[in-house]
């Protein structure tokens, strides 16, 4: 392995990274973070803090998602109808789709948590808030769906976009009920939808 001295480190911080080698992006990023040449390669001297040990660089913990038991829980009447819990968005619109071609003149109301992988916790979409009902028309979401992969995203983009995207426009309405971790990250890693009895 070359060595390198720090003027060539330094350039490689503004070098197209392309254009580099596996090695010397390592030892980029590890300039442009304040770090040493041996930290960087992740072998730091006694002297020095490996960066599993500084807070602000060391990796993000990711939370598995609970395994999935049993897809569809079936649960008796008066309380939630049935949950699906999935990771195929395929799996969520048959769902949805099913729940609008059966609700009839009155609109069934479906429900979606998602699993945040950041936090380890269940986050709720479609909340509503002080002038609107939890939960959305199975007919408006079927629709909402059809219509961004009509524009030519996949199920499962299509199901993350609406379900981010429904999730920061909740964030931002002056009458939200919830937290502000309840944001929906792009890489959530399981869904429950269900109805209510």
């Known amino acids: ?43 730091a001297r006694p002297s020095e803090r490996p960066i599993s040990r500084i807070p602000e660089l060391a990796r993000e913990t990711r939370y598995k998602a609970p395994k999935i038991e049993k897809r569809v829980n079936k649960i008796g009447k008066g309380k939630v109808d049935k ?25 069934k109301r479906v429900y979606l948590d998602v699993f945040n992988p950041h936090t380890g916790k269940w986050i709720s979409v479609y909340k509503g808030n ?29 199901l993350r976009e609406e379900l981010t995207e429904a999730s920061q426009m909740a964030q931002d309405s002056d009458y939200h009920d919830s937290d502000e971790d309840d944001l929906v990250p792009y890489d959530f890693t399981q869904v429950r939808v269900y109805t209510l009895a």
């Open 1 to 43: 392995m070359a060595k390198y001295t720090e003027q060539d480190i330094a350039r490689f911080a503004r070098t197209n990274p392309e254009n580099l080698t596996d090695y010397q992006k390592r030892l980029a990023r590890g300039y442009t973070r304040g770090l040493s040449r041996s930290q960087s390669r992740g072998h």
């Open 83 to 107: 949950i699906v819990s999935t990771y195929s968005a395929s799996q969520v619109n048959r769902y949805v789709d099913r729940q609008a071609r059966t609700s009839g003149p009155t609109l």
């Open 130 to 158: 002080r002038s609107s009902p939890h939960g959305i028309t199975a007919k408006e979401l079927q629709k909402r769906l059809q219509d961004r992969i009509a524009q030519g995203m996949t199920p499962d983009q299509a």
